[in-house]
């Protein structure tokens, strides 16, 4: 997948300020694929000539006597939107895209280390922008716009290497019921409100949406402690106001459990199972995944939010 402007850069003939406008026409009437120019100037070092500008301007009434024998730097754009190999193709789009409405169709010009490699159309920039898009999407949970399941296997695939890692693995407790109980809707509202508690304490490490109420961390450390008690102390802070007054007054709710017996189903926590290589040694992913689902058993026996980590006890909040 294309993500820097470099990627899809095309060349397109550069000349100097002072070339006549008459080789100008040469060029676009030998080469009728290209849409512009490139000038090489000293200030601010490149502009821009697109072909429908060059052929409104010799084509006004007087136009052709007036310019075709003259410098190119007369009717050239001398301020047009320069950026470097390295720059996002979004931010590069968002830049298109703010242009005044007469240059919004010109070229991008690329640069690598001030040098001009090259231009890009707005077709070729909406057509990768869009392809993005599209990839990206597949990439993302679709409801809290979190790295998904592939993005997810493929982070994973990098853990046995690392020196150091601890992989939290996060999960609401009593979730169905809640959404059996208060909607659907406000059952998405929860699972936004976890994701932002994640984003709020993981800033610099990778984080996930798995599926439903699942969420992964991957940290490249074995300090998890803070970080796992923060999460259930802002989690616990965050959850009171999705309950009614009565609800979070007697602290559970009357609701069918499993089986289908009415019966009073606790509030929902947050349980975090932690896999670290601080104490132990994994031979594969999988041998991973099983060590966290025996530690999820052990965080859902208990009826409050807590942490369990295959080299510590739980903590509760």
Request: aromatic fraction near 10%; charge should be negative.
């Amino acid at each position: 997948m294309f993500t820097s402007i470099g990627e899809i850069y095309e060349e397109v003939p550069c000349v100097e300020p002072e070339t006549k406008s008459r080789e100008v026409d040469k060029i676009f009437k030998n080469l009728p694929s290209i849409q512009g120019i490139i000038v090489k100037t000293d200030v601010p070092n490149f502009a821009l000539v697109m072909k429908p500008s060059f052929y409104q301007v010799i084509g006004n009434q007087y136009g052709y006597n007036l310019y075709m024998g003259r410098p190119i730097h007369l009717i050239m754009n001398k301020s047009p939107l320069v950026v470097d190999h390295m720059q996002p193709i979004l931010e590069v789009s968002q830049l298109a895209m703010s242009r005044p409405i007469e240059e919004l169709y010109d070229y991008v010009i690329v640069t690598k280390e001030k040098e001009c490699m090259g231009v890009v159309s707005i077709q070729s920039l909406l057509l990768s922008f869009a392809k993005i898009q599209k990839e990206t999407a597949l990439l993302m949970n679709p409801l809290t716009g979190l790295p998904g399941n592939n993005s997810i296997d493929h982070e994973l695939t990098k853990v046995l290497d690392m020196e150091k890692f601890s992989i939290m693995y996060v999960d609401l407790d009593h979730f169905k019921t809640y959404n059996d109980t208060y909607g659907f809707k406000k059952g998405d509202d929860l699972l936004l409100a976890t994701a932002a508690v994640l984003k709020k304490n993981l800033t610099t490490n990778f984080f996930g949406h798995i599926d439903g109420d699942d969420f992964i961390a991957i940290l490249h450390h074995h300090n998890y402690e803070k970080i796992a008690q923060k999460i259930i102390d802002d989690f616990s802070q965050a959850i009171q106001s999705f309950y009614s007054e009565t609800d979070w007054a007697q602290q559970y709710v009357v609701a069918e459990n499993r089986a289908g017996r009415i019966e009073k189903i606790p509030l929902v926590s947050i349980s975090i199972a932690i896999v670290t290589n601080n104490v132990q040694a994994f031979s594969s992913i999988q041998h991973i995944v099983d060590e966290a689902a025996t530690i999820k058993k052990r965080c859902k026996q208990k009826l409050y939010s807590c942490y369990i980590a295959n080299s510590s006890n739980s903590l509760a909040k």
